[in-house]
């Protein structure tokens, strides 16, 4: 038995924005979310449902699930597996963009309907908290008084969970630990409730379609290209770095060796997306945006080229 790795864009959508899967989103929101007015959310609709996307560019490393709740208010749920330069201005700009497009030219103030972002990191965004789960909203800054409650950011940091599948007490545990750890599965946990089940079956590999499960290894191989090119430019550019330091004497020295060492480390990440980009039999316009290096470049950096 093997399920899909929930943190990417097509798995993610797909358990969460299938034509059937209102009630596990129903059911994964009302773990995480505390509501002011409302105990549970009774009703929502997919706005943007799950459909089989084309392989174009893989640019994004997000995904985002659309929902509109019974009261009217607007769900962003956004899966984030890469930090990026811009990253958190980026959430409160689709935040914003969300809720300003509600109204038509015309329409009274008073019809916008409030939003919810809420983004799941494969990363740690905030270091100096150890809360899961962070949420910010219009507020005075000196008596706490709330502006409105019509924008409201939420994170929740994945890193930051760590219970164990015997660990798993609440609702909240169980949809967090599936979203984090189904990919690494080989087995059902046990002591699921009727809505874990089902996300589990729809994540299930051997109930996916052959092009589903070809789009779903080319995303995984994509990320992991990603996220192994950032660390080994990191790695190699800081090391070279402080060695020309040390060898021109850390005065003077440091601040251009460092600099020096990361533009090789940046220029070894390409190699290294190449490479992996061509292992993997990424389309050459998916390299050229990868690398930013035009096709005759590219053609003559393939290893198969160099042999």
Request: charged letters at 30%; a negative charge.
């Amino acid at each position: 038995m093997k399920f899909l790795d929930i943190k990417t864009d097509f798995a993610f959508k797909k358990v969460f924005a299938s034509d059937d899967s209102k009630d596990l989103l129903l059911s994964f929101l009302n773990s995480v979310i505390e509501f002011d007015k409302h105990q549970t959310i009774i009703d929502l609709t997919i706005v943007d449902p799950y459909n089989i996307p084309l392989l174009k560019g893989m640019k994004d490393t997000f995904v985002d699930v659309k929902a509109e709740l019974s009261d009217n208010t607007q769900v962003i749920i956004e899966m984030q597996v890469l930090n990026h330069e811009g990253f958190e201005k980026r959430v409160l700009y689709n935040a914003a963009k969300n809720y300003s497009l509600q109204l038509k030219k015309g329409d009274a103030y008073h019809l916008l309907n409030p939003v919810i972002a809420l983004t799941i990191t494969d990363f740690t965004l905030f270091k100096n908290t150890d809360e899961l789960i962070n949420r910010f909203k219009l507020l005075e800054k000196k008596h706490f008084i709330e502006y409105s409650d019509d924008i409201e950011l939420i994170f929740i940091e994945l890193p930051k969970f760590n219970k164990t599948e015997q660990d798993l007490s609440s609702i909240q545990d169980k949809w967090l630990y599936f979203i984090k750890n189904a990919g690494n599965l080989d087995y059902l946990p046990t002591n699921l409730n009727q809505e874990l089940e089902k996300a589990f079956n729809i994540a299930n590999e051997a109930n996916l379609s052959a092009e589903e499960l070809e789009l779903q290894h080319k995303k995984k191989d994509w990320i992991y290209i990603q996220k192994s090119s950032i660390e080994y430019a990191t790695k190699t550019g800081l090391a070279q770095g402080l060695e020309q330091g040390l060898e021109m004497g850390l005065e003077k020295g440091l601040k251009k060796g460092l600099d020096e060492g990361l533009q090789q480390g940046e220029w070894q990440e390409k190699l290294k997306v190449i490479e992996n980009a061509e292992r993997i039999g990424l389309p050459m316009q998916i390299i050229i945006d990868l690398t930013g290096l035009d096709e005759e470049k590219i053609r003559s950096l393939l290893p198969k080229n160099n042999a």
